[in-house]
């Protein structure tokens, strides 16, 4: 089910791994079980009717409900339409797997004294985030997102019409968004121009998609992401891999750490970790 999740990353892992179990993916004509390794030159064939995909509801734990939780958030800035926090370190934005509770959204739930904005009301469950595979329920108001390591300017929209408006702004690229960060050695000044994709195995870290004509693969085990280098799913990886752009400056440097301007084009999870260790 690992190697299946590149070629078909709008289905989730269960619904891969269902697909082995009902003997609907083949290797070289015969069944393959869901632990099967794929080599180099093995033919794969993927039978999809018939087999119900999973609902992201199957995702949520028992019971689970979006509640206000009184988390200190501080606020830069509210009027009818949004609100502005200066987030900290360590709080998620929204409700994602593995992380239900102590979000950004469950502190603004109790900002707004358990009376929800309409957004929060009506929202859509039927429109499903890529990456999260979570109904739009469960990130109300969210245009944009930070990591949870991140700290800096959070806009969360608080009507249905301010979060079309805020979304479109990002989706053309009218939003400048800098961030300052630590990177080993001096990057220097330059533009880095390289897609993003989820890693083939280890689907918690993001990758930078290398041409495939370089052979040589980095992996850093103790780093949240890891490079891949030539393998025999790069062009999986190319197909599915997003497009990410950054801007690197180094504004101080001792030689062994510089503190680094990143201007960001795109906003790809964890992007500015992926390309400055992409670029070493």
């Known amino acids: 089910d690992r190697f299946l999740s590149d070629p078909f990353p709008r289905f989730s892992r269960s619904y891969l791994g269902q697909l082995c179990q009902d003997q609907k993916v083949f290797v070289d004509g015969r069944p393959a079980r869901k632990s099967a390794k794929v080599e180099e030159g093995q033919t794969v064939t993927v039978e999809l009717g018939g087999t119900t995909e999973p609902s992201s509801n199957e995702l949520l734990p028992d019971e689970w409900t979006l509640t206000a939780e009184p988390i200190p958030l501080s606020i830069l800035y509210e009027d009818d339409s949004l609100v502005v926090i200066n987030k900290q370190a360590d ?7 593995g ?7 469950n502190a603004l739930m109790h900002h707004f004294h358990l009376s929800l904005p309409p957004l929060f009301e009506s929202a859509e469950s039927a429109v499903i985030d890529s990456a999260e595979l979570l ?21 969360v929209a608080k009507t249905k019409q301010a979060q079309a408006h805020l979304s479109q702004q990002f989706a053309d690229r009218l939003v400048n ?3 300052v960060a630590v990177s080993v050695g001096n990057p220097g000044t330059q533009s880095i121009d390289v897609p993003i994709a989820r890693h083939p195995t280890q689907r918690h870290k993001m990758t930078a998609v290398r041409d495939p004509s370089l052979r040589e693969p980095v992996s850093k085990s103790s780093s ?25 400056r180094t504004i101080a440097t001792d ?9 960001i084009r ?3 999870t964890h992007q500015i970790r992926v ?3 992409h670029i070493g």
């Open 255 to 263: 030689g062994r750490l510089s503190v680094v301007e990143v201007d």
């Open 275 to 277: 390309h400055l260790q």
């Open 177 to 179: 968004k800098t961030y």
């Open 99 to 105: 992380s239900w509770n102590g979000t950004v959204i």
């Open 266 to 268: 795109t906003g790809r």
């Open 91 to 97: 709080l998620i934005v929204h409700p994602a797997p």
């Open 224 to 248: 949240p992401v890891t490079i891949v280098g030539q393998s025999p799913r790069v062009e999986a990886l190319l197909r599915v891999a997003r497009p990410a752009e950054s801007e690197v």
């Open 135 to 155: 109904p739009l329920r469960f990130r109300p108001g969210v245009v944009h997102r930070l990591d949870k390591g991140s700290t800096g300017v959070l806009v």
